[in-house]
């Protein structure tokens, strides 16, 4: 499977944001007022939200042709080492990495995205 | 009456529960090999310790329709085509029409049970796929297509099946490979120097009016 490049820069810690990609509970509520409740799935994946601050543009490059050629934005999945807890995480992307221009200057870019879980 | 055994009372009783109830689908091919699949986001070893792997795949059921008319009940169920990766097996044997499924409920905090919560038995009697899904039909088996009885005297149809490749039918037995297929009247048997084989029985009088003497 295809590995994340390796860019020069890490993600920034703000912006970083963990969540699960779905919350799996099915709710019943019983005319007794009393709610009954199990999941659906025995797995629920996670998602993260990733942000590069100020991210040269040859990485910037490297990222946009990793996300258009290599894996086709969220069609494939690929392996992901989550900096901050170091584990490799099978993910593909969820929301699409959006450039944007850092400052005055087109030699940084910040890049936003969203990668979830297989 | 659907019996529920003593641990899925006790989960359904549950107010609140981390338990799954997983769907489990058990395809058997021509080739007596098994697709097993389960409604879920995990493969599902079931029972524990069998060694029989259920793959995680998205999947769909429609409700079970049942009606006073004495239909048979119809349930469809919807499997995701996106990745394509069933196509083989549709393509390779008719869309797999026929073959017997087997449908189980079981809980995942008790996959340790052999026996399912729910446990029906169905053919697939229909088969549709598009971009997206293969829907299939699954239905009890139309008795009035069973042929009965099961073995019959024909003039002259062979009842045996055309042994290409060879070790088909070793009833047939031809072996000289010359031919790839066979229409089983003995007319073809003849050309085929099999003729000895016959699976028919040309004995038997045809055309004109003939008495029992029972």
Same mark, same amino acid.
């Given at each position: ?118 | ?83 394509? @990766?069933?196509?083989? +097996? *549709? %393509?390779?044997? &008719?869309? $797999?029409?026929?073959?017997?499924? !087997? ?71 031809? @072996?000289?490979?010359? +031919? *790839? %297929?066979?229409? &089983?009247? $003995?007319?073809?048997?003849?050309? !085929? ?22």
């Amino acid at each position: 499977m295809t590995d994340f490049p390796t860019l020069s820069e890490n993600p920034s810690v703000e912006g970083w944001e963990e969540d699960l990609a779905f919350d799996p509970t099915i709710r019943s509520s019983f005319e007794g007022g009393y709610v009954q409740t199990r999941a659906r799935t025995t797995r629920i994946p996670e998602k993260w939200k990733i942000k590069y601050e100020v991210l040269p543009t040859a990485d910037k490059d490297i990222l946009k042709v990793f996300q258009r050629d290599t894996v086709l934005v969220g069609s494939s999945s690929f392996n992901w080492t989550n900096p901050i807890d170091s584990v490799v995480y099978e993910v593909r992307i969820a929301e699409k990495f959006v450039f944007t221009p850092t400052g005055n200057t087109i030699d940084f870019w910040t890049c936003e995205g969203v990668f979830e879980e297989v | 009456m659907l019996s529920l055994s003593g641990a899925a009372i006790a989960e359904k009783n549950k107010l609140s529960s981390s338990g799954v109830w997983l769907i489990l689908l058990d395809i058997t091919l021509a080739d007596d090999n098994h697709v097993l699949l389960v409604r879920n986001n995990e493969d599902i070893e079931w029972p524990t310790g069998s060694g029989d792997t259920y793959q995680k795949f998205p999947f769909d059921l429609d409700d079970m329709k049942e009606d006073k008319a004495g239909e048979h009940i119809v349930l469809n169920v919807r499997v995701s085509n996106v990745t394509r @990766s069933l196509m083989p +097996y *549709l %393509e390779a044997d &008719k869309g $797999l029409v026929g073959r017997s499924v !087997r449908l189980c409920v079981v809980h995942s905090d008790h996959l340790d049970l052999e026996s399912p919560e729910i446990d029906e038995y169905f053919k697939i009697t229909r088969t549709t796929v598009d971009v997206m899904t293969v829907t299939f039909e699954f239905s009890a088996e139309n008795l009035f297509n069973i042929q009965f009885p099961t073995d019959r005297f024909l003039k002259n149809w062979c009842r045996f099946r055309f042994n290409y490749p060879l070790g088909t039918d070793v009833r047939c037995g031809y @072996s000289e490979g010359v +031919y *790839l %297929e066979c229409n &089983k009247t $003995l007319a073809a048997c003849r050309q !085929r120097n099999n003729s000895s084989r016959f699976g028919g029985f040309p004995g038997i009088p045809g055309g004109g009016v003939y008495t029992s003497n029972a």
